[in-house]
């Protein structure tokens, strides 16, 4: 077992039930660790975690069935020399953990849906990142609309680059619809009213129109 030396360790589509996390203990120069689309991880199988002796800088956690506890949890235990952190739907425990633990994290990256809790954006005020990455995926405008609404009022100044990916699948029409209204009106208010220290924008859309039989992947733009 390459203890001493790995230093980039990924699962993917793994069940931890009933399974220990014990032996990444002993990863010392563990830098990247992902989980995706993975599950059975249950919070007392965390624990052995605040025992590890790496200094993790990057944390992907991405598409995974367990409860938002189990990420706060690996947050708080791993999160100490973390730069780069990737989550889903952060709730405001996840949040509050971030900033608790996270002090030397850079780029946050965030994958949102429909079901995202906008009580949770007043809380991004706080976060002391430099780079805010989200994708949000959606099926109706009007859920985008109180999204951006809220998030341009919740940025911090420190943020400097951020880049916001949009996924959406609709009907035709609505997709048109979608499109002007985020170009024309959304975007133009999130310039308008956030604070003027950004580096960086992207704003990058991808939407798909449906013709027929098939999906078209048809608009993507960066500013």
Known sequence: FQKNSLVHVEFTSTNFSNVSLKNLKGLYNLKYLRFENCEGILLDQCEVLKFTSFKLIELPLKCNNWIVDVTSLMIKYLGASLQR???????????????????????????????????????????????????????????????????????????SNISIYINSRNSTRSIIRFYEYIRFREFKAFLENSHNDFKIINLNYIIELEFKNFWYVGIRQRV
Not at 111 to 126: E, G, T
Not at 137 to 146: R, V
């Open 85 to 159: 952190l990737s989550v889903d739907n952060p709730t405001i425990p996840l949040i509050e953990n971030v900033l608790m633990f996270c002090s030397k994290l850079i780029c946050l990256k965030i994958r949102i849906n429909n079901h995202f809790d906008l009580s949770v954006l007043p809380f991004f005020k706080n976060l002391r990142i430099r780079i805010l990455n989200i994708n949000f995926t959606l099926n109706n405008l009007n859920n985008f609309n109180e999204f951006f609404k809220n998030l341009v009022n919740n940025i911090p100044i420190n943020i």
